[in-house]
């Protein structure tokens, strides 16, 4: 197979963290010819997705003490050639959030990809649609007591009902911007008027769940199917449980509350073409599902000794062979 991955540049990833770069080292190993490009490089031609592609050889991460190692120079590109798109077999859009103008207006680029040359993952219509935060307000029954606005008053009123609260705006990414709400804290009305731009911007406000201390869960699906889960668990003085913001990662099982939840999103992403997605979980409650460029396979793949790239990969071939 021939595969394209649209992300960000990749002398910012980090090799040992990162699930692009895992899906590629995958792909590489299955003897899959793998090309990058980003956001910025896409552009249209004769009514046709283009881009400017690079392939790329990677040098794999090594396990060593528990720990994932990467060689200094891990990565080598060719130069730059000018490629339509429909020539791959597969283009992964992994360019992390935020949703910007240019990401959506990439959306719309790679949806004149024909689908059946070339499969997007995730489909471009799905990821306009699905906005990680409003997204999950589909699931309302498996997630906590939540509220979206950007009236105060709406706000007070609701933290001050369930006591604790989360506020989350609905364009952040890793963690940034979420805020632990107490509606006795002096500083409540001006939390709420600079996270709502003065009243211009509706944020996520969700009832507080206590068990956030024992861990926010990381849950993978392939196709509507979950295939492994990491633990993030807060560290220090942090409520927040994201690896972005030094939550500690540890080993998990996916429990029966948790197979219905994923059994509840499931049908709904496969209908919207989102097929490698990650939902959080905190104490048997959906809070949020990540569509654009979800990470947490290294963790699971460390901890668990699998290969969920190449997972990813070979469930990958047998679509494309099935078309």
Known sequence: MKLAFIIDPIARLDPGHDTSVALMEAAQSLDHDVWITQIHQLSVIDGKAWATLHK???????????????????????????????????????TDPPVTMPYLYATYILELIDPTKTIVINSPQGLREANEKMYTLQFHQVMPETVVSQDKSI???????????????????????????????????????VSTQHGREP????????????????????????????????????????????????KTDITDREKEICATVGP????????????????????????????????????????????????????????
């Open 56 to 94: 790329v050889q990677l040098t794999p991460v090594e396990l060593i003490d528990g720990r994932w190692i990467a060689a200094v120079n891990w990565y080598e590109l060719s130069p730059g050639n000018l490629s339509c798109l429909e020539d791959m077999d597969a283009v992964f859009m992994r």
């Open 155 to 193: 706000i007070r009123q609701f933290v001050e009902e369930k006591k604790y609260a989360v506020l989350k705006p609905l364009g952040g990414k890793a963690g940034e911007g979420i805020l632990f709400l107490d509606p006795g804290d002096r500083n409540f009305n001006s939390i709420i008027e």
């Open 203 to 250: 944020v996520m406000v969700q009832k507080y769940l206590p068990e956030a201390k024992d861990g926010d869960k990381r849950i993978i699906l392939l196709d509507g199917q979950p295939i492994g889960a990491v633990n993030r668990v807060p560290t220090g003085r942090e409520f927040r449980g994201n690896m972005a913001v030094g939550g500690r990662v540890e």
């Open 268 to 323: 709904q992403l496969q209908k919207n073409g989102l097929y490698f997605v990650g939902i959080d979980v905190i104490g048997g409650y959906l809070t949020e599902v990540n569509v654009t460029s979800p990470t947490g396979i290294r963790e699971i793949d460390r901890l668990n000794d699998t290969n969920l790239g190449k997972q990813t990969i070979q469930w990958l071939e047998q679509k494309i062979s099935r078309r």
